[in-house]
């Protein structure tokens, strides 16, 4: 692996780490009731941001570049009913996370490079889909940053 492929595989890999990590800190104080709370008329609960988030690494590195075999039904992350317990919504992105790691981790200089065609993305190689997804969890993060304040008001009884 030369010394510009490692620093790029290190670099996401920093990155998708310190996110999932993030996104973990903020759901701990969030009872599995108040993860799956939407606190708006509009907008997603905190845990179905998780499971989009789950199913657009699942599909787009997953599916598209490790070969899962992932099959995505992108309605059902917004609309799963609170089947899943928070904890369980969670390994699943853990394992999402930790196959992102692992496919990022076996990618030569001519992968990054290689041609990318995944329904729903304007990527056209593997490093454009990769870079997508981290953006992709940090803006969702800002969601849930602030989805984590509303219901901390809300249970304070702060909240208007």
């Known amino acids: 692996m ?5 620093t790029v595989a290190s670099a996401f890999a920093k990155r998708y780490s310190a996110n999932a990590a993030r996104v973990r800190e903020l759901a701990v104080p969030l009872t599995n009731a108040q993860f799956w709370q939407r606190p708006f008329l509009f ?17 787009y590195i997953g599916a598209q570049i490790a070969n899962t075999g992932y ?6 992350e917004f609309n799963e009913p609170n089947s899943l317990s928070k904890d369980e919504a969670l390994k699943r992105f853990d394992a999402a996370v930790d196959m992102v790691l692992k496919t990022i981790r076996v990618q030569s200089p001519e992968d990054w490079s290689a041609e990318y065609s995944g329904m729903g993305s304007e ?29 901390s008001r809300q249970n304070d009884g702060s909240a208007s």
């Open 43 to 59: 907008g997603n609960s905190f845990g179905h941001l998780v499971l989009h988030l789950t199913g657009n690494l699942n599909y």
């Open 71 to 76: 099959v995505r039904d992108r309605p059902r």
């Open 123 to 151: 990527a056209k190689n593997r490093l454009e889909i990769v870079v997508i997804c981290a953006a992709h969890i940090q803006h969702h993060i800002g969601q849930m940053i602030y989805l984590s304040y509303q219901l």
């Open 2 to 6: 030369s010394a510009l492929d490692e």
